[in-house]
């Protein structure tokens, strides 16, 4: 009786291991999905924090937004996205007012806009992302949107997200962006 419990038993041990290499693939598939879940909500919570503060800067820098500061208010930025955590982190473009622009991809600045527009009063119309600037309008005048003609600073940032455990299909290989209008004036 004693011999024929203890086969029981091996029996059951054997069941136990069989069960566990069955279902072992699937749970370490699921944390990979987590784990790479976890890092890209990550990701996309420092970026839109990085573009918020940016924003901010440009809310703080009004008296910055015309056609003399106002490449020199886009760059710096557009640097404070880019390299917000290390060189090349993030790709930034800026646009101060209609006028003066600067974008960052991989590390390298290019300027660009037309500096005198800053000087000039706005009511931007559009999405996150997708603004459209319109004609210059009078200061202070009411805008279709609920708005006054003002001056405009948008902030974009982008960052290249890539998953550790892409392959698997769970999260897969994307860009994250963030966007924010201010209007400082």
């Known amino acids: 009786m004693r011999r024929h419990a203890l086969g029981m038993h091996s029996d059951q041990r054997g069941t136990a291991a069989v069960e566990m290499a069955l279902i072992s693939p699937l749970v370490l598939i699921l944390l990979a999905g987590i784990i790479d879940f976890g890092r890209m909500l990550h990701d996309k919570i ?3 924090s990085v573009v918020a503060s940016a924003g901010e800067y440009a809310l703080l820098s009004g008296a910055s937004i015309n ?3 106002g490449a020199t208010l886009a760059a710096t930025l557009s640097g404070i996205v880019a390299n917000s955590s290390g ?3 993030a790709g930034a473009a800026v646009t101060v007012n209609a006028g003066s622009s600067s974008a960052v991809t991989d590390g390298t600045t290019a300027p660009g ?3 005198a527009e800053a000087d000039r009063c706005w009511c931007p119309t559009g999405s996150s992302g997708n603004w459209t600037w319109g004609t210059a309008a009078t200061c202070g005048v009411p805008c279709t949107g609920g708005t006054l003609a003002g001056k405009f600073v948008t902030v974009t940032g982008s960052r290249r ?3 550790i455990f892409g392959r698997y299909g769970l999260i897969s290989d994307r860009v994250l962006h963030e966007s924010t209008i201010v209007q400082s004036q």
């Open 113 to 115: 806009g037309t500096a």
């Open 67 to 69: 056609s003399g500061s």
């Open 87 to 89: 060189n090349g982190w």
């Open 161 to 163: 997200f890539s998953a």
């Open 46 to 48: 420092e970026l839109a």
